[in-house]
């Protein structure tokens, strides 16, 4: 069982930054494929940010959104720049503990075995 908490969540000006953090338990962290989705009301869940050895993104946020891990502190970054109104959303974090994401369909959330709780960002124009 693997558990994952967000924070950083918040409020924010269009323009402005946030930067969430998802600690993970479980002690071969550094092996799981980590994913960041985001939901808005009204919509299904989606994909933003994916990392195992190298990054993805969806194109929505490419050049304004990082995507980071810290193995040792078994923790996973999402460094958001540039926020705007659409960025709004509950933010999501994922766990893929059996490599199915990594293979293929990493912006699939049925190839996710563990999810956060969510943190929400609000971003105001």
């Known amino acids: 069982q693997v558990q994952l908490v967000e924070s950083g969540g918040g409020l924010v000006q269009a323009g402005g930054s946030l930067r969430l953090s998802c600690a993970a338990s479980g002690r071969t962290f550094s092996s799981y494929f980590m994913g960041w989705f985001r939901q808005a009301p009204g919509k299904e869940r989606e994909f933003v940010a994916a990392?195992?050895?190298?990054?993805y993104y969806v194109n929505s946020v490419k050049g304004r959104f990082t995507i980071s891990r810290d193995n040792a502190k078994n923790t996973v970054y999402l460094q958001m720049n540039s926020l705007k109104p659409e960025d709004t959303a509950v933010y999501y974090c994922?766990?893929?503990?059996?490599?199915?994401?990594?293979?293929?369909?990493?912006?699939?959330?049925?190839?996710?075995?563990?999810w956060g709780q969510g943190t929400q960002v609000t971003v105001s124009s």
């Open positions: 994922a766990a893929d503990v059996r490599g199915r994401a990594v293979i293929a369909g990493y912006w699939d959330v049925k190839k996710y075995d563990y």
């Open positions: 990392i195992s050895s190298i990054t």
